[in-house]
């Protein structure tokens, strides 16, 4: 039972480059999310999904797309880079329902040049 | 909006001190909250958490209580490790699809 992977774990992109994150969870979660860490900033989310096929904006949406075209896994993708997208994202799961507990995954660490 | 307020710190403490991390919060509702953790190069844990007023949640010998008429939610333990070192997010969910909103965190910083 890995929980919740993300793949890479490190990125360097130059300003306009597009690039896909992934997330996978192997716990049969409905839900799943996608936040960036900033410092002084907490975490933030970008995206959420509440199930397969479904997904819907959060605090910061702006420049990101995401797919959720299989339960066990949840997209982020970036079509043109921005400096200001540099940051470590994480993805999270629950189970649902009234399930509240999220499960993170390790992160990725993106710099934009 | 739903807001939760901590402050970042750094905290340093010496080992087998006592840890105090305040938490404020604002929310519609009757959110639930959480204390989460963050370990170097790692991803949030679950702590602990509490549903309802009054509601202790423990985990690991912290512990914190939801106290609804001062919206505070602090963090404690008696004796801190070195091995606690670490930054705590305090967050609340409420509003439904369990969105949760996290405050800054606070680093804590265990010195032998």
């Known amino acids: 039972n890995a929980g919740v992977t993300q793949t890479p774990k490190f990125r360097v992109l130059k300003t306009g480059q597009s690039m896909t994150l992934l997330c996978a969870q192997d716990?049969?979660?409905?839900?799943m999310y996608w936040y960036r860490q900033d410092p002084g900033m907490g975490l933030r989310l970008i995206h959420y999904?509440?199930?397969?096929?479904?997904?819907a904006k959060g605090e910061v949406p702006d420049g990101y797309n995401v797919s959720r075209l299989k339960k066990q896994n949840f997209l982020l993708g970036l079509e043109s880079a921005a400096p200001s997208q540099t940051s470590v994202y994480f993805c999270?799961?629950?189970?649902?329902?009234?399930?509240?507990?999220?499960?993170f995954g390790p992160g990725t660490r993106l710099l934009v040049l | 909006g739903n807001s939760v307020t901590q402050m970042e710190g750094p905290v340093t403490l010496s080992e087998e001190a006592f840890l105090t991390i305040n938490c404020t919060y604002t929310?519609?509702?009757?959110?639930?909250l959480f204390w989460y953790v963050q370990y170097p190069g790692e991803g949030l844990q679950l702590l602990l958490k509490?549903?309802?007023?009054?509601d202790k949640g423990s985990n690991k010998g912290f512990e914190a209580t939801y106290r609804k008429e001062t919206t505070s939610f602090h963090l404690e333990k008696g004796s801190v490790q070195v091995s606690d070192s670490a930054v705590y997010f305090c967050?609340?969910?409420?509003?439904?699809?369990?969105?949760?909103?996290f405050g800054i965190g606070t680093k804590l910083q265990v010195i032998p």
């Open positions: 999270a799961s629950s189970l649902g329902a009234d399930q509240e507990t999220q499960y």
């Open positions: 716990m049969n979660h409905e839900y």
């Open positions: 999904s509440v199930g397969e096929g479904t997904t």
């Open positions: 929310a519609t509702g009757y959110p639930s």
């Open positions: 509490a549903t309802k007023a009054d």
């Open positions: 967050a609340l969910s409420s509003g439904g699809y369990q969105k949760v909103t």
